[in-house]
């Protein structure tokens, strides 16, 4: 793999780390501005709102220049961002912060998806973007808990300034590694618009939001669930989190290989698994071992989907991809916020803390059957070859698309 893909996972780890860090920093931060903890939670919907319209914003105003330079220039915003978060004097700084910073999260993992699958053969795209993925799983099991760490002993001030020196290093590493790749000459605005008329995207976009939405319905209320149903101390819950940050950095790995190989029979295995295994997790979650097990499996099964549904993105979006790729990061967290509020509906009600687990699994259920319906309308389409190998011709996807 090229260094070039250092670079940019560099990068994904810097964003993944300021992404998730907030949420064990929240007292902290809440006590040091003296707001609750539920205004302290606007952070997180903050950041997750500017992933969802910046994604295609960052994008648009993109399209001028060359995909280096607009990486380059994400770091830039990603940097300032955070820096602006650590010298915050006021809350409503602090969320102006988040919200440059979040601005450069889809448009960078978009555009970043679209620059690795190019540095790599035909045959190696899924997995390249796995490895651009990988800084950001990898965020999960090192960056969040010892960013945590650092912002509970000596303040979350520098917790955030370590995260923009990251981002420092991302820049630094795609100014030196990434080739200048300049935009397919001819492609406009128009022409990455035009890819939203495509079925086959529009249905991967869908699967993305349900299929991670479902991990995100149990994962949101983890904390609740192992301290009331399961009997696990306060403390421990970090720990479960880090088992759930290595099961996502197997499964990226996992699925980046196998995507390359067969795209949709991965999507089958792993969406169809996830559904079974969030409705085990009801039973599961009673017991302490099966319950570390079952986070592990979600956590490797859910990121097992991400390469092959932004490759399927790429593919289906041939020509003009880039802004497809980086709605598809937006429709992650679309899924996140649809989920947990979702599962916060069916808590509310009165269901229990493993209630979650269902909606989940059937946010995963549901994106099993938008596969299968891709698939078919693919076959009826006459372009069989994506459903075994994910690797249809240009001249097949240029009949899908019409």
């Known amino acids: 793999m090229p260094l070039a ?51 295609p914003l960052m994008t648009v105003l993109g399209t001028k220049v060359s995909r280096k330079r607009m990486l380059m220039a994400l770091m830039g915003l990603f940097i300032v961002g955070n820096l602006l978060s650590a010298l915050a004097p006021a809350f409503a700084v602090m969320l102006t912060g988040r919200i440059v910073a979040s601005l450069a999260h889809g448009a960078f993992f978009g555009i970043g998806s679209v620059v690795a699958a190019e540095l790599v053969a035909p045959d190696k795209k899924a997995g390249a973007i796995s490895m651009m993925f990988t800084g950001l799983t990898v965020a999960n099991v090192v960056g969040v808990p010892l960013g945590t760490l650092v912002g509970q002993s000596v303040g979350w ?66 904390a609740p ?28 790995l996992i699925g980046g290989k196998f995507a390359d190989r067969a795209l949709m029979p991965m999507l089958y295995v792993s969406l169809g698994a996830l559904a079974v295994v969030l ?20 956590g490797a099964l859910g990121f097992a989907t991400v390469p092959p549904l932004q490759k399927r ?27 947990a509020w979702l599962g916060g509906l069916v808590i509310a009600a009165g269901f229990g803390y493993t209630a979650p687990n269902w909606v989940g699994a059937a946010l995963a259920a549901g994106a099993l059957l938008l596969a299968f319906l891709s698939a078919a309308l693919e076959r009826r389409a006459g372009v069989p070859s994506t459903v075994v190998t994910g690797a249809a011709s240009a001249e097949q996807r ?4 019409h």
Do not use: C
Request: proline share 3%.
């Open 5 to 55: 893909l250092l670079a940019l996972a560099i990068g994904a780890f810097g964003i993944g780390t300021t992404e998730f860090v907030i949420m064990g920093l929240l007292p902290q931060v809440a006590g040091d501005y003296g707001v609750s903890i539920p205004t302290a939670g606007y952070l997180v919907t903050g950041y997750a709102l500017g992933v969802m319209f910046g994604a």
């Open 157 to 222: 001030r520098v917790t955030f300034a370590i995260v923009a020196a990251l981002g420092v290093i991302g820049l630094a590493g795609i100014a030196r590694l990434v080739p200048d790749m300049p935009k397919p000459e001819g492609v406009r605005l128009r022409h990455e618009l035009a890819a939203f008329k495509n079925v086959q995207v529009l249905l991967a976009m869908a699967m993305t939001v349900l299929g991670f939405g479902g991990v995100f319905a149990a994962i949101t209320y983890i």
């Open 225 to 252: 669930m192992m301290t009331h149903v399961t009997g696990f101390a306060d403390g421990s819950v970090t720990w479960l989190l880090v088992l759930f940050g290595l099961g996502m950095v197997g499964g990226n």
């Open 279 to 298: 409705a085990l997790f009801t039973l599961t979650a009673h017991d302490k071992l099966l319950s570390a097990v079952t986070i592990a499996l979600i």
């Open 313 to 339: 993105v790429l593919d289906q979006a041939h020509g003009a991809p880039t802004l497809a790729s980086a709605v598809n990061i937006g429709a992650f967290n679309l899924g996140n916020a649809l989920s």
């Open 398 to 401: 240029t009949a899908v698309h």
